[in-house]
């Protein structure tokens, strides 16, 4: 399934929800290889974002108020644990 580019608030509130923008940051993106000696700000991360969505750490999993970025395995399977019924 392809969604939709998320917008720089969408964006901003994940980076909120996960403790900031450097944990959505996917360091194995080559746009974040070519701009991490220029990036200057958080700020300037959220900007490259929008522009760059493959600059966003993917899998993103949000199962009520609980969030998982970027593949983990144990991550995965407590969140789903936890919200199993």
């Known amino acids: 399934m392809i ?3 998320l ?9 909120n929800r996960v403790g900031g923008i450097t944990k959505l ?8 290889r070519m701009l991490k ?5 958080e700020d300037e991360w959220v900007d490259h974002m929008v522009a760059e969505p493959r ?7 949000l199962i009520g108020p609980d969030i998982v970025v970027g593949f983990s395995e144990k991550s995965w399977q407590e969140l789903w644990q936890r919200h199993e019924t």
């Open 55 to 61: 600059l966003i750490k993917r899998p993103i999993w």
């Open 37 to 41: 000696g220029s990036v200057q700000s």
């Open 7 to 15: 917008s720089r608030s969408e964006i901003e509130e994940l980076a």
């Open 25 to 32: 940051l996917s360091r194995t993106s080559p746009s974040f």
């Open 3 to 5: 969604a939709d580019p």
